[in-house]
């Protein structure tokens, strides 16, 4: 129990500790700097998803013999509509944009900032938890240096996504404490729904290989839907790209090394 727990942590401290840049750094951050850091970001998500989530799940449905994609294509298309459904139904904000998505609210654009981080955060959340399930329910594909490694994988591009969310929000007239505090509530979800998943895997050990996946195609409607627009905007993509591929790398190589 104590290993789950601070597995599930482990982003969160992440996300915490990257809010409280507001406290020492004095302006907003540059915008190369946030698409750096958003391209970095997207580079975990994707390489996450791929060794840690989708590659297991295929591997855990082997028995199927030549059908051993379908757990896996199945839990990645739901995960992707679970995804498209949040999108549409919550009211949200993206940094660095006027136009709100979602239905219409009298939500102010601070809330709807932190809704949109907080949805960003939903299917993270859910990779640590199934990961973790599958380590304690005994899968022999999930190892704890592997289930280590996605989460300090995604407490690593949580920290820029704290500082992002916690800076512009202080930029826009806010205190230093509620807007740290503000960043730190975004990453909450992340433990909430770790947990959520965690007990669900426990209950249907079977559909492991679905949640795997689920948790996957949820990630990457982010990355696709969100990141890689933000990365790209404007001039000098490139550096979005690089940063990307920094990035992916690390998390590639974390997940070998540790798994």
């Known amino acids: 129990m104590t290993t789950i727990i601070t597995g599930l942590l482990i982003p969160f401290i992440g996300t915490s500790a990257g809010a409280a840049c507001v406290f020492f750094l004095k302006k907003e951050l540059n915008i190369g700097i946030q698409r750096a850091l958003t391209g970095f970001a997207a580079g975990v998500m994707v390489a996450a998803s791929i060794w840690s989530l989708i590659v297991p799940a295929i591997e855990q449905s082997e028995p199927l013999g030549s059908f051993a994609f379908v757990p896996a294509f199945i839990g990645f298309w739901a995960g992707i509509l679970f995804l498209l459904l ?5 009211p949200h904000l993206h940094v660095g944009i006027d136009q709100a998505e979602g239905p219409r609210s009298r939500l102010n654009r601070t809330a709807m900032l932190v809704l949109a981080v907080t949805l960003h955060n939903i299917p993270e959340g859910m990779a640590v938890g199934v990961v973790y399930a599958g380590l ?3 899968s022999k594909l999930i190892t704890a240096g592997g289930a280590l490694a996605l ?3 995604i407490a690593i591009q949580n920290f820029p996504e704290g500082a992002i969310i916690s800076m ?3 930029a826009e007239g806010g205190n230093k404490p509620k807007s740290f505090w503000l960043g730190v509530l975004s990453g909450a979800v992340e433990p909430v729904f770790g947990g959520l998943t965690v007990l669900l895997a426990g209950l249907i050990i079977p ?3 679905y949640l ?3 948790a996957a195609g949820a990630m ?3 990355v ?3 990141l890689i627009p933000e990365m790209s905007a404007g001039e000098h993509s490139n550096i979005g790209v690089i940063s990307f591929a920094v990035g992916f790398s690390l998390m590639m190589a974390l997940d070998v090394a540790l798994g």
């Open 212 to 214: 795997l996946s689920f």
């Open 86 to 90: 949040l999108d549409h139904v919550i």
């Open 207 to 209: 559909a492991m290989p």
């Open 168 to 170: 512009p929000l202080y």
């Open 136 to 138: 304690v329910n005994g």
């Open 220 to 222: 990457l409607y982010v």
């Open 151 to 153: 989460a300090l994988g």
């Open 224 to 226: 696709v839907e969100e």
